[in-house]
């Protein structure tokens, strides 16, 4: 890259170009100003400019006023030198190290850079292995962050409840983050000047709308906010928070555009608009659900963060730890009753709490955040509308937005997985030498810096440091005498133990054995010293990240972040389904360069501190179990044999999960044929950098999708919801594919007024067939219309920005789209056309939950509006096969697809979830119990939304006979107990009448409209 001059001013403005960057010097200062749009300001000038020089490094920059030069240092924008010439200047240059300026009288002036040596003749030296950051603050960020583990010691020793502990951590966890960024001198950072005054209003915004979503959510947990309010409430205090950070950003770096008007902001809203609404507002559906609820209750009811338990099935191994967590967290912020009995006690009362909402959010949060960083991989490499279509696309496919409604494992696996991937992509088409933007913030004499470089390091700092301390807390025991109260020394060294058991129901019923002290199958590998370990690797990964400036880096090592989130969330198919997607890239690409700059070495041992803890101290404690569970049995054994025969008669060959693909990308399929075999003519006009990583991004895509449904397809034990992985990349392949349609071959900036009208009119109208179809209230078809016309108007009103001028051939795309509209069609058909051996309307159900033989409800019918989905779907391909309404009858599938994923969510699951679920059965029982006090049984039942619900108070009988009989004899006789309540399957009132005495009266308290599956019982002993 060679030294650049530039014109003279014009206007009072000089320009000079370095490469991708130009530079402009102003009145107000100096800004670099990107081929995106994007301008960073690198700091404020003591001179008018009328000509301006930078290096070739970009690191100094000269700026000259009539006859003064002064030369800036890009990095910390201080002055290096300044000259004074006779005469006025005429031009200024860079010639290797030397300022060369030229006056009006023709005279030429050199001015040296008094800077590093030049490299020797052999080459450049080599890049240092850590590059220095600022100089550490041993003393003050060494307090805060001491005073912040001691906190966190104390909050996990003190003996407060599981609720309040996790505030205390919360704060702990706040002050160490803080105090080790301080320590490592990352607040020192310098760049471009922000006045603290001018964010006092955004930051308020941001605490009022994080306070009104905090707020909402418990309302809504708590049943004060009911599922009309929280669907209004909730969605709206969340998109005020989303709105607050985009006016913070905004204050922060004054960008060309606001918040407001950007893509990623409305994707934001669409997603939240679609998934959001009905989130918590219906039961937990078994056995997912229900069973993995159970688990994250029973950590905060234990209070132990380690070892999981599982009902009457004792511990739990099948599955890592970052789901649970993130559920308990969850319900002990948001005010959820986990304590035995207690998980819906309010309803006695006339109340209906909704937990699901505490539990569902953060997979929720994890599904908006993923989707956001898919976006701004796509937009970088295809442009903003590309990356906008790919996000509403995934939203609005059904295997996508059914398990982001689902407190399963698999949206956290699969979404972050997808944001590593997403990060990666961003990294990739980031410029090898380009640093991060940072802010620095003025508070009289304090100065702040920030960057995402800090966001980073505080999300590592965040993760492993609550971890380090809890494994700590295991050696250390508060000296705590029921007589005397707290004796000296305060806290005293033990050896760790475990409770086996469930918490408060030790023993006291059928299904809760009686509890025991445990001590580690390991004893002698202490948590103390497990944490000492992984702290060493957290203080290696912030030395080697020490001064990492670098925007590419800064975003590999996010990537490498989001594996380990990955790996703790369902394994190691975390690291290497994006391994395998990023060799996709490079190969395409060529750019085997990158691998030197990914950060291996940080990235890893980034890894250990973040993902293995839970791993390592799980072994310690219980020893091969733990790995012959978790490892051998439900990873290998799942990927190499039928660990699970829930498919029995089915084909389950490598067209299995072609059929459940159709399903779950349903109405989105119809455009597969063109994302995947649409022919494809390159303007080599473009960019080269920029057509070589879009080559590689629909690599990574294509690779991503293969590799992931080749690898499920050829596993033995086959649940539809497995194939989640593959639809990320798949929809963004869609969502390019989608843009490309749109464009035409050339840049679009409007939708024609034509389309326009069409889309507005057919939209809604497909839409309001459908929900007419399936008997929605009008209150419905006015709300999903709505939706539908403003997913066209978002989809219209973005101009295309593209990057990379590709389109597609005009005849081969219509055919294609013809081609589309059978295979949604069929998909379709599949879905509504009803079956004697099982009704169609349960595949969509069937995309998340594993008992596929189950009966279904009888006076449940969708097949009308499937139908009509299925024929506008058609209709509208049908109609975008022609060039002429190809726009317009685009614009409005993505309207129905919209109006698809709002039914499916707000209709058809509300719908279905009771007859899947244990909430409203023990809702009744709460409310009969407190007029005629009874124990409740759960009789052959086996689901865990039994458990969950009645925070696991309740009898477990799981078979009839000498047990159940005994049970209920002693019921009756030693507490004189005459009022039973069980919940039971639908036809099994004859046995148990045998088990709990034939002079028993049983009356049925639900109906099998109420649950097709179970009933409620009451049992009346004379």
């Given at each position: 890259m060679e030294e650049t001059e530039g014109p003279p001013s014009e206007d009072g403005v000089a320009r000079a170009r370095l490469g991708e960057r130009t530079f402009v010097a102003t009145k107000e200062g100096v800004s670099v100003v990107w081929p995106d749009g994007e301008t960073i300001k690198l700091g404020s000038i003591a001179v008018d400019p009328r000509h301006l020089a930078v290096d070739a490094t970009g690191r100094y920059v000269a700026v000259a006023s009539a006859s003064q030069v002064l030369v800036y240092f890009t990095e910390d924008w201080t002055i290096v030198h300044e000259h004074v010439h006779e005469h006025d200047l005429?031009?200024?240059?860079?010639?290797?190290?030397?300022?060369?300026?030229?006056?009006?009288?023709?005279?030429?002036?050199?001015?040296?850079?008094?800077?590093?040596?030049?490299?020797?003749?052999?080459?450049?030296?080599?890049?240092?292995?850590?590059?220095?950051?600022?100089?550490?603050?041993?003393?003050?960020?060494?307090?805060?962050?001491?005073?912040?583990?001691?906190?966190?010691?104390?909050?996990?020793?003190?003996?407060?409840?599981?609720?309040?502990?996790?505030?205390?951590?919360?704060?702990?966890?706040?002050?160490?983050?803080?105090?080790?960024?301080?320590?490592?001198?990352?607040?020192?950072?310098?760049?471009?000047?922000?006045?603290?005054?001018?964010?006092?209003?955004?930051?308020?915004?941001?605490?009022a709308g994080a306070l009104a979503t905090f707020v909402t959510l418990r309302l809504g947990v708590s049943g004060t906010l009911q599922?009309?309010?929280?669907?209004?409430?909730?969605?709206?205090?969340?998109?005020?928070?989303?709105?607050?950070?985009?006016?913070?950003?905004?204050?922060?770096?004054?960008?060309?555009?606001?918040?407001?008007?950007?893509?990623?902001?409305?994707?934001?809203?669409?997603?939240?608009?679609?998934?959001?609404?009905?989130?918590?507002?219906?039961?937990?559906?078994?056995?997912?659900?229900?069973?993995?609820?159970?688990?994250?209750?029973?950590?905060?009811?234990?209070?132990?963060?380690?070892?999981?338990?599982?009902?009457?099935?004792?511990?739990?191994?099948?599955?890592?730890?970052?789901?649970?967590?993130?559920?308990?967290?969850?319900?002990?912020?948001?005010?959820?009753?986990?304590?035995?009995?207690?998980?819906?006690?309010?309803?006695?009362?006339?109340?209906?709490?909704?937990?699901?909402?505490?539990?569902?959010?953060?997979?929720?949060?994890?599904?908006?955040?993923?989707?956001?960083?898919?976006?701004?991989?796509?937009?970088?490499?295809?442009?903003r509308r590309a990356g906008l279509l790919g996000g509403v696309v995934l939203t609005s496919m059904p295997q996508w937005f059914f398990i982001a409604h689902q407190t399963m494992t698999d949206m956290p696996f699969v979404a972050s997985m997808s944001a590593a991937l997403g990060f990666f992509l961003i990294g990739a088409q980031e410029p090898a030498d380009r640093l991060l933007r940072v802010h620095e913030v003025h508070l009289g004499p304090l100065r702040v810096g920030l960057s995402a470089r800090h966001l980073l390091l505080a999300a590592v700092v965040g993760v492993a440091t609550p971890q380090l301390v809890y494994l700590v807390t295991r050696n250390l025991e508060l000296a705590m005498d029921?007589?005397?109260?707290?004796?000296?020394?305060?806290?005293?060294?033990?050896?760790?133990?475990?409770?086996?058991?469930?918490?408060?129901?030790?023993?006291?019923?059928?299904?809760?054995?009686?509890?025991?002290?445990?001590?580690?199958?390991?004893?002698?590998?202490?948590?103390?010293?497990?944490?000492?370990?992984?702290?060493?690797?957290?203080?290696?990964?912030?030395?080697?990240?020490?001064?990492?400036?670098?925007?590419?880096?800064?975003?590999?090592?996010?990537?490498?972040?989001?594996?380990?989130?990955?790996?703790?969330?369902?394994?190691?198919?975390?690291?290497?389904?994006?391994?395998?997607?990023?060799?996709?890239?490079?190969?395409?690409?060529?750019?085997?360069?990158?691998?030197?700059?990914?950060?291996?070495?940080?990235?890893?041992?980034?890894?250990?501190?973040?993902?293995?803890?839970?791993?390592?101290?799980?072994?310690?404690?219980?020893?091969?179990?733990?790995?012959?569970?978790?490892?051998?049995?439900?990873?290998?054994?799942?990927?190499?044999?039928?660990?699970?025969?829930?498919?029995?008669?089915?084909?389950?060959?490598?067209?299995?999960?072609?059929?459940?693909?159709?399903?779950?990308?349903?109405?989105?399929?119809?455009?597969?044929?063109?994302?995947?075999?649409?022919?494809?003519?390159?303007?080599?006009?473009?960019?080269?950098?920029?057509?070589?990583h879009a080559r590689g991004a629909l690599a990574l895509f294509a690779v991503w999708f293969v590799v992931t449904f080749g690898l499920f397809a050829y596993m033995k034990t086959k649940f539809h919801h497995y194939v989640l992985p593959a639809l990320p990349g798949l929809a963004m392949l869609v969502g390019v594919a989608l843009h490309r349609l749109l464009e035409e071959g050339g840049e679009l900036a409007r939708v024609p007024r034509r389309d326009l009208v069409f889309a507005f009119l057919v939209g809604p109208a497909c839409a309001l067939v459908a929900l007419l179809a399936g008997g929605a209230t009008w209150g419905g078809v006015a709300s999903y219309a709505a939706i539908t016309g403003a997913a066209a108007l978002v989809a219209s009103r973005v101009g295309s920005h593209s990057i990379v001028g590709v389109g597609f051939d005009r005849v081969a795309s219509g055919v294609l789209l013809l081609a589309g509209a059978a295979v949604a069609f069929f998909a379709g058909r599949d879905m509504a056309a009803d079956r004697v051996e099982q009704p169609s309307d349960a595949r969509l159900l069937h995309l998340f939950t594993y008992n596929y033989e189950r009966e279904w409800p009888e006076h449940l019918d969708f097949s009308g509006p499937l139908w009509a989905f299925t024929f506008c779907a058609g209709m509208l391909l049908v109609l975008a096969s022609s060039e002429r309404l190809r726009r317009g009858a685009l614009l409005a599938f993505a309207g129905l697809a919209t109006a698809f994923a709002a039914w499916a969510l707000d209709a058809y699951f509300v719908q279905t979830s009771p007859h899947w679920g244990q909430r409203e059965l023990v809702l009744r029982y709460v409310r009969e119990?407190?007029?005629?006090?009874?124990?409740?049984?759960?009789?052959?039942?086996?689901?865990?939304?039994?458990?969950?619900?009645?925070?696991?108070?309740?009898?477990?009988?799981?078979?009839?006979?000498?047990?159940?009989?005994?049970?209920?004899?002693?019921?009756?006789?030693?507490?004189?107990?005459?009022?039973?309540?069980?919940?039971t399957t639908h036809g099994l009132e004859s046995t148990l009448l045998g088990d709990i005495g034939k002079s028993a009266e049983l009356e049925k308290l639900t109906t099998e409209r109420d649950n097709n599956k179970f009933v409620l019982v009451k049992a009346v002993v004379p």
């Open positions: 005429a031009g200024l240059r860079f010639d290797k190290k030397v300022l060369i300026a030229q006056d009006e009288s023709g005279g030429v002036h050199r001015h040296p850079l008094e800077v590093e040596p030049e490299p020797p003749e052999s080459g450049p030296p080599p890049a240092p292995l850590v590059l220095k950051g600022n100089p550490l603050r041993l003393v003050s960020g060494g307090v805060v962050t001491l005073v912040g583990l001691t906190l966190g010691l104390w909050a996990v020793i003190w003996p407060w409840s599981s609720r309040a502990g996790v505030f205390a951590g919360a704060f702990a966890t706040l002050v160490t983050t803080a105090g080790v960024l301080l320590l490592l001198g990352c607040f020192d950072d310098r760049g471009e000047r922000t006045e603290a005054r001018a964010l006092a209003r955004p930051l308020g915004l941001v605490a599922p009309l309010g929280a669907a209004i409430a909730i969605p709206a205090a969340f998109l005020a928070l989303v709105g607050a950070v985009g006016s913070f950003l905004d204050a922060l770096r004054a960008p060309s555009r606001p918040f407001y008007r950007r893509e990623g902001f409305w994707l934001i809203v669409y997603t939240t608009l679609v998934l959001l609404p009905a989130l918590g507002s219906k039961s937990l559906t078994d056995p997912w659900e229900t069973h993995y609820g159970e688990v994250a209750r029973e950590i905060l009811a234990r209070q132990d963060w380690i070892s999981l338990w599982w009902a009457h099935e004792k511990w739990f191994m099948s599955k890592p730890i970052l789901g649970f967590w993130m559920q308990s967290l969850a319900m002990a912020t948001l005010g959820v009753h986990y304590e035995p009995g207690r998980m819906l006690e309010s309803a006695a009362h006339g109340a209906a709490p909704w937990p699901e909402w505490a539990v569902r959010f953060p997979v929720f949060a994890f599904t908006v955040l993923a989707t956001y960083v898919l976006y701004k991989a796509v937009a970088g490499a295809f442009g029921p007589v005397i109260g707290l004796r000296m020394p305060p806290i005293q060294l033990v050896s760790d133990s475990f409770v086996f058991g469930s918490a408060e129901n030790c023993g006291n019923s059928p299904g809760n054995p009686p509890c025991a002290q445990h001590i580690a199958a390991l004893p002698r590998f202490h948590p103390a010293l497990q944490a000492v370990l992984w702290a060493q690797a957290l203080a290696i990964f912030l030395w080697l990240t020490w001064g990492e400036k670098r925007a590419r880096r800064v975003a590999f090592l996010a990537a490498f972040f989001c594996v380990a989130l990955s790996t703790m969330a369902k394994g190691p198919a975390g690291l290497v389904l994006p391994a395998a997607a990023v060799l996709g890239y490079l190969v395409v690409t060529n750019r085997w360069s990158l691998l030197l700059q990914l950060e291996v070495a940080a990235g890893t041992t980034m890894i250990l501190p973040v993902a293995m803890p839970w791993f390592v101290a799980m072994y310690v404690r219980h020893g091969s179990e733990f790995t012959d569970r978790l490892f051998f049995y439900d990873m290998v054994k799942r990927a190499f044999d039928q660990a699970h025969d829930t498919n029995d008669g089915q084909d389950v060959s490598f067209r299995y999960y072609i059929g459940q693909l159709g399903y779950g990308t349903f109405p989105w399929l119809g455009l597969l044929p063109a994302a995947l075999f649409g022919r494809r003519s390159d303007d080599r006009s473009a960019d080269d950098d920029a057509s070589t119990r407190a007029n005629e006090p009874g124990p409740l049984v759960a009789y052959q039942m086996n689901w865990k939304g039994e458990n969950f619900y009645t925070g696991n108070d309740v009898a477990i009988l799981l078979d009839r006979g000498k047990e159940a009989k005994s049970w209920f004899s002693n019921q009756k006789k030693k507490k004189k107990q005459k009022v039973f309540y069980v919940v």
